[in-house]
């Protein structure tokens, strides 16, 4: 449940989308009469509607997941914060430029910003993030923590930069393809192999 409540915008921002490219004169309409305030010059074309639709939605699905987690009294992950503050400014960015470019580059930073705290906390803090959030499941020598703790980092800045090549070599509507399913499917990749890798040391149940 947490992955789905976690992939809600990026769902909806990949369905909005599609919905747009299916129906440009429904999604031309909906921006014209909803955002054309929000947008420099005021004009918006059908071309243009469907990822400035699904990014104001992608926008306020985080919104809501960060109102829903406060009304039920639950922990707010710093990240999730982040991922708000980014999607807003970037988001915000592409509707009021009418410009993709700024939301093509959200993901990118997002995943250099997981990298830098994962690198800050361990080499400038003295903390593993990733030691802290799997030690209670995995019992592990201090040195492959750390080499679990620099794959994630690794993993990161390569998505980043995967995500500009295919941002910006590939039309949009593949790059929103990629977002949904490429990004998903190599951070499940990633995550087998590495669960495979650190098969030996899981604990077994008493």
């Known amino acids: ?9 990026v769902i909806l921002f990949f369905s909005i989308f599609k919905w747009g490219e299916a129906y440009p004169d429904a999604a031309h309409s909906l921006v014209d009469h909803y955002m054309s305030g929000l947008v420099s ?4 074309t059908a071309a243009q509607a469907p990822i400035l639709l699904a990014t104001a939605v992608a926008i306020l699905a985080t919104a809501v997941q960060i109102g829903y987690l406060l009304l039920r009294r639950k922990k707010v992950d710093g990240m999730l914060w982040i991922t708000l503050v980014i999607i807003a400014f970037f988001g915000g960015a592409t509707i009021y430029f009418h410009n993709e470019t700024f939301i093509k580059w959200k993901p990118t930073v997002l995943y250099w910003c997981f990298a830098t705290a994962l690198l800050v906390s361990q080499t400038v803090l003295k903390k593993n993030l990733i030691r802290t959030m799997m030690q209670e499941q995995i019992a592990l020598p201090d040195n492959i923590w750390q080499r679990v703790s620099l794959a994630w980092v690794a993993f990161f800045c390569a998505m980043g930069l995967l995500n500009l090549y295919v941002a910006f070599n590939f039309t949009t509507a593949t790059w929103v393809n990629f977002k949904l399913f490429g990004g998903m499917g190599l951070m499940f990749a990633f995550v087998i192999g590495q669960s495979l890798f650190l098969s030996k040391y899981i604990k077994d149940p008493q």
Do not use: E, I, N, S
Not at 1 to 9: A, R
């Open 1 to 9: 449940m947490k992955f789905l409540f976690d992939l809600f915008p």
């Open 41 to 44: 010059g005021g004009v918006v």
